[in-house]
């Protein structure tokens, strides 16, 4: 790993996170995220950091339109687990990079099929980009998610009911975001925690003024300097 380390020029070698936890922590939405009737309904939870002891945050990546080979082989070499949310209009000309990553142990999951924004659509329209969305995931991965990022991270009642009714039981968004040159947070503090969810996209020199590998750099350096290891979303859901 030291060597993995230094290949991909990080400061340190990244910390291995602790096994996953064998009773799963209770997630509910998150104070000031919850739609009428949720809980009475069962809906799923919109939450930005998943309850936890352990010093372990979770890496999510968002879209789908940048399939850098050198990202895949990076975070394979440093065994860093993470969770991709795709959308179906920018990943259906090449989803054998998403099975390759896939193959890799990481996780899949749901963005709808054209990144709309959720509340300004009828609940058969949000029904629609959810549920077609988990036929294609289905059919190109192998597995219907349980799990949905609404698009911008915006989202009401319908966007819940309908995602319930498509077999969706969680719906995390975020609480940092990284880019190749910055972090972005959303409490004041400015600061990591434990069991945070970090968002960042599938994006390069198109977006970026770097790669999803000088992204990730950016990434791995602060959190092992802070102490944070990357753990997978799904262990702890």
């Given at each position: 790993?030291?060597?993995?380390?230094?290949?991909?020029?990080?400061?340190e070698?990244?910390?291995?996170?602790?096994?996953?936890?064998?009773?799963?922590?209770?997630?509910?939405a998150?104070?000031?995220?919850?739609?009428?009737?949720?809980?009475?309904?069962?809906?799923?939870?919109?939450?930005?950091?998943?309850?936890?002891?352990?010093?372990?945050?979770?890496?999510?990546i968002?879209?789908?339109?940048?399939?850098d080979?050198?990202?895949?082989?990076?975070?394979?070499?440093?065994?860093?687990p993470?969770?991709?949310f795709?959308?179906?209009?920018?990943v259906?000309?090449?989803?054998?990079?998403?099975?390759?990553?896939?193959?890799?142990?990481?996780?899949?999951?749901?963005?709808?099929?054209?990144h709309?924004?959720?509340?300004?659509?009828?609940?058969?329209?949000?029904?629609?980009?959810i549920?077609?969305?988990?036929?294609?995931m289905?059919?190109?991965?192998?597995?219907?998610?349980?799990?949905?990022?609404?698009?911008?991270?915006n989202?009401?009642?319908?966007?819940?009911?309908?995602?319930?009714?498509?077999?969706?039981?969680?719906?995390?968004?975020?609480n940092?975001?990284?880019?190749?040159?910055?972090?972005?947070?959303?409490?004041?503090?400015?600061?990591?925690?434990?069991?945070d969810?970090?968002?960042?996209?599938?994006?390069?020199?198109?977006?970026?003024?770097?790669?999803?590998?000088?992204?990730?750099?950016?990434?791995?350096?602060?959190?092992?300097?802070?102490?944070?290891?990357?753990?997978?979303?799904?262990?702890?859901?």
């Open positions: 790993m030291v060597a993995a380390a230094k290949r991909w020029g990080l400061d070698v990244p910390i291995a996170p602790p096994a996953p936890p064998k009773v799963k922590p209770r997630i509910t998150r104070a000031g995220f919850e739609v009428d009737h949720q809980e009475d309904w069962g809906l799923p939870p919109v939450f930005t950091t998943v309850p936890t002891k352990n010093k372990v945050v979770f890496l999510t968002d879209d789908g339109s940048e399939k080979p050198r990202f895949l082989q990076m975070m394979r070499d440093l065994k860093i993470y969770t991709a795709l959308s179906n209009y920018l259906k000309d090449d989803y054998g990079y998403f099975r390759k990553a896939q193959s890799y142990g990481n996780t899949l999951n749901n963005h709808t099929l054209t709309p924004y959720l509340p300004g659509l009828s609940y058969e329209e949000q029904k629609h980009e549920c077609d969305m988990q036929d294609i289905q059919k190109q991965f192998g597995r219907r998610p349980t799990v949905l990022r609404p698009p911008y991270g989202y009401n009642q319908d966007t819940l009911v309908a995602a319930k009714s498509c077999g969706i039981k969680y719906a995390p968004i975020w940092e975001e990284v880019y190749v040159d910055h972090w972005e947070f959303r409490e004041d503090d400015q600061q990591l925690r434990r069991g969810i970090v968002l960042t996209h599938f994006r390069g020199r198109s977006d970026w003024d770097g790669t999803m590998v000088d992204d990730m750099r950016r990434f791995l350096n602060k959190v092992t300097r802070e102490g944070y290891a990357v753990a997978r979303l799904e262990d702890y859901l």
